[in-house]
């Protein structure tokens, strides 16, 4: 079964910024969450296998097609949803859906309209009209009506509140019901990737730093809180990051069974969140 | 002591949408988190503390004092800080510092220049340049500075990474540990409340649905899942809302021990987090 | 009222030297090539009224307004502190143009001329006119609105001057009313006299103008 998505070291330059090796694949029919903290790379990822930016060396292949050779096939089975999604805001939203839909071969104007009704969108409304939420859903029910087979979201979720939140992640989750279709998005709402994820991969300072099935994540990494004997030096290996505070000790490690082992009941060893992975890998001080 | 913010049957409305008889209360030396669905009425709320708009009927004090009645003074000891904060484009970070720190009277300048050293402001810097999360920052420093004892932020945390948003938080959390003070703020991000705050209000359409310590709405707040037992008219009083999923019903309620007395050990009642409740509310079938 | 004036300084920079230099060099330049300061006065007067309704408009465009609103002060202190600003700004353009038309090498207008008691009550009441009248508009609608309105003034500017075929009556008659007004003033009263009877009236109507501001000010939603 190929992957909808492949990356192999990716790697572009802007200077004072650099995004290097970075590799990771999607299966299809799963959701992949991309995490990291601002300014790491992830919008710089998606624009780069969406070919909004060129690449400076690797490979990206979507469906096994190399998004430059076969730019245009690719484009027409992905379906992307911009952060601040942007259309002809002047525009009538059956009106936007008629300008574009001419781009795409397996444009389903059924479908586009039974989606629409879907999420409650007036097709008479002006697009500049809507609120955040709507104007999401709408990018989405775009993305969704030309049949795309892949995803991409950079922050959808963004400024919405949970109510219309949940809505859009579920909505996320019927559409890999179909096991052809898969979903990669970046969000900082570690939260809902907690959710629906079945794969996370976390960039920082332009690499990356794992891209792992979720519950292998959440079953490895952990926070173990102690004093600071949990330092001797031969545990040191054990952890990613390292905190203290006054007689405390919070550590972060990638091999919570290994931490169990050794520490025993001189700490606590607690399942981490993936906000706690982020945390105490930008806040701690590495080590290993 | 004096509450920080008292609130009583605050009015205003505007064409489609009313805030009704809002009252709640904020104690001294804790942190609220407001919550309520896009267009209930949060950020009307925070505008009319800070009379930014004009209330209809109603009463605000901040700590004990009315605001209208006492607006320098009142003001003097809020730190706001806007959803999307904005100042004059191209004026440089010093200068907005500079034309702001004379209204008050309790400004700090070393405490500012310590923060923004902390914070990693460009001082010399067009505010323009500046990243969101960074004016964000920016903003809050200033609020910080003046030695506010009511903190009043509207989304301070959205669009900011996990990181830099535990962070914010654990640095409101560490400003009350001066128990003269107090912080309120809104959020669409309830992970981050349920960590921090020690009081959640939630709006809906307007209106007030609650305003409780966070451990009374983990201990009483439940959803209720379970067949159509639920649906007994005799017994519906237990529930604030009910609604029928394809899996069977499911029903809210705030009186979780009641419940769990009143039905048959096959009906689960799993504690409801603040999401549930709001979303609850928002898709529900609500009834009396 | 001090704090927020320094403030409105500190944060406009630099918009104050961009047009608080341009608009008295250019008016010191064009005026110094006039034989009669009338006109200079009345034009200049334009100007210099519409720089501090830019200055405050930057904040409008900015979104910035909320922000001022909240910080210690009340909306009254705010819309006062606004005018005198705006008198000193304008005040400081108008001398400085004067001092330029009368210094500029090459022009024809003499000290006599530029600082003549008819010409400065010409220059303030042209001024007053001008911003009792905008800043109120302006106060209300904001910019976008303010704009809104001067173009329409324009339109009503043009269909004045075509009406002019049909009424037969210039419109540039009733620009010329005003110099005309202050010269009979002075005739009539002498120049202590008129310049004391101007200035109380030119201080009335910027009164009634503050306290319009400040209603709709006190009004305004942010």
């Known amino acids: ?288 | 002591m004096t509450a920080a913010l008292e609130i009583r049957n605050l009015r205003k409305h505007y064409k489609g949408f009313a805030l009704q008889d809002v009252t709640f209360t904020v104690p001294a030396g804790t942190i609220m988190g407001l919550v309520g669905a896009n267009g209930a009425g949060k950020t009307t709320i925070i505008k009319l503390i800070l009379n930014l708009v004009r209330r209809e009927g109603g009463d605000i004090r901040v700590f004990g004092r009315e605001i209208l009645a006492h607006e320098k003074e009142v003001k003097s000891r809020i730190g706001f800080v806007h959803e999307t904060p904005a100042f004059i484009e191209d004026a440089l970070l010093k200068d907005i510092a500079a034309a702001v720190a004379p209204f008050y009277p309790k400004w700090d300048w070393p405490l500012f220049r310590s923060l923004i050293g902390e914070f990693g402001l460009p001082l010399d810097k067009k505010f323009k340049k500046l990243s969101h999360g960074m004016k964000m920052k920016f903003s809050l420093n200033l609020a910080l500075a003046h030695g506010a004892d009511l903190l009043v932020l509207d989304e301070p945390t959205s669009g900011l990474d996990p990181v830099f948003r535990r962070e914010l938080l654990e640095r409101l959390s560490g400003i009350l540990q001066d128990e003269g003070k107090a912080v309120l703020f809104s959020t669409h991000i309830t992970s981050d409340l349920e960590k921090t705050a020690d009081y959640i209000t939630l709006i809906h359409e307007g209106a007030l649905v609650f305003s409780l310590p966070k451990d009374d709405i983990c201990d009483s707040w439940a959803v209720v899942k379970g067949g159509a037992e639920l649906l007994d008219p005799a017994r519906r009083c237990f529930f604030r809302s009910v609604r029928e999923t394809p899996y069977g019903v499911e029903a809210l309620t705030s009186a979780a021990a009641d419940v769990r007395a009143a039905f048959p050990s096959d009906v689960v009642v799993d504690r409801a987090s603040v999401e549930d409740i709001m979303i609850f509310f928002e898709e529900g079938a609500p009834h009396a | 009222m001090l704090n927020h004036m320094l403030k409105d300084l500190r944060l406009n920079r630099r918009g104050l030297l961009i047009f608080g230099s341009f608009y008295p060099l250019y008016m010191g330049f064009f005026g110094s090539r006039l034989s009669t300061p009338t006109i200079a006065a009345i034009l200049g007067a334009f100007l210099y009224g519409i720089v501090p309704i830019i200055i405050f408009g930057r904040e409008d465009r900015f979104k910035a307004s909320g922000f001022g609103l909240s910080l210690p002060t009340t909306r009254r202190e705010v819309i006062r502190s606004r005018y005198l600003l705006s008198w000193i700004l304008m005040a400081v353009c108008y001398l400085a143009a004067s001092v330029l038309m009368v210094v500029m090498p090459g022009g024809k207008l003499g000290l006599s001329n530029v600082f003549a008691v008819r010409t400065i009550l010409i220059s303030l009441t042209s001024m007053t006119l001008l911003f009792s009248t905008l800043m109120p508009l302006f106060v209300w609608l904001g910019m976008a609105g303010l704009m809104a309105f001067l173009v329409a003034i324009q339109v009503l500017g043009i269909v004045f001057m075509l009406l002019r075929f049909v009424v037969g009556r210039s419109v540039i008659a009733v620009v010329r009313a005003l110099p005309r007004a202050i010269t009979a003033a002075v005739d009539a009263l002498g120049p202590a006299g008129a310049a004391a009877a101007v200035v109380a009236l030119l201080v009335l109507i910027n009164v009634i103008s503050l306290a319009v501001s400040t209603r709709i000010f006190a009004k305004k939603e942010f």
């Open chain 1, 1 to 288: 079964m190929d992957n909808a998505l492949d990356v192999r070291n990716l790697a572009k330059d802007y200077g004072d910024f650099r995004l290097r090796d970075v590799s990771f694949s999607l299966p299809r029919g799963y959701i992949m969450g991309l995490i990291g903290p601002n300014g790491a790379g992830k919008t710089t990822t998606i624009k780069l296998i969406l070919n909004l930016i060129r690449r400076d060396a690797g490979e990206i292949r979507v469906f096994g097609l190399d998004n430059l050779a076969r730019e245009v096939e690719v484009k027409s089975r992905i379906g992307f949803v911009h952060d601040t999604p942007c259309f002809f805001e002047h525009l009538t939203l059956q009106n936007v859906a008629k300008t574009i839909a001419p781009f795409y071969r397996d444009w389903d104007e059924v479908l586009f309209r039974r989606l629409i009704h879907d999420f409650g969108l007036p097709p008479r409304k002006r697009f500049a009209k809507l609120s955040r939420g709507m104007k999401m859903k709408f990018a989405l029910a775009t993305a969704l009506s030309h049949k795309s087979d892949l995803l991409i979201l950079d922050e959808p979720t963004s400024g919405l509140d949970p109510v219309f939140r949940r809505d859009l992640l579920s909505r996320l989750l019927g559409f890999i019901q179909d096991e052809g279709k898969s979903v990669l998005f970046s969000t900082h709402i570690t939260a809902d990737l907690e959710r629906i994820a079945d794969f996370i991969t976390f960039v920082r300072d332009g690499k990356i730093v794992f891209s792992s099935p979720k519950d292998e994540i959440l079953g490895a990494w952990a926070v173990v809180k102690g004093g600071p004997e949990i330092l001797a030096s031969e545990n040191l290996s054990l952890f990613k990051a390292v905190r203290r505070r006054e007689f405390v000790v919070q550590a972060l490690t990638a091999d919570a069974a290994e931490a169990r082992r050794r520490l025993g009941s001189g700490a606590i060893v607690e399942q981490a969140t993936l906000e706690d992975i982020m945390f105490y890998l930008s806040k701690g001080n590495g080590h290993a």
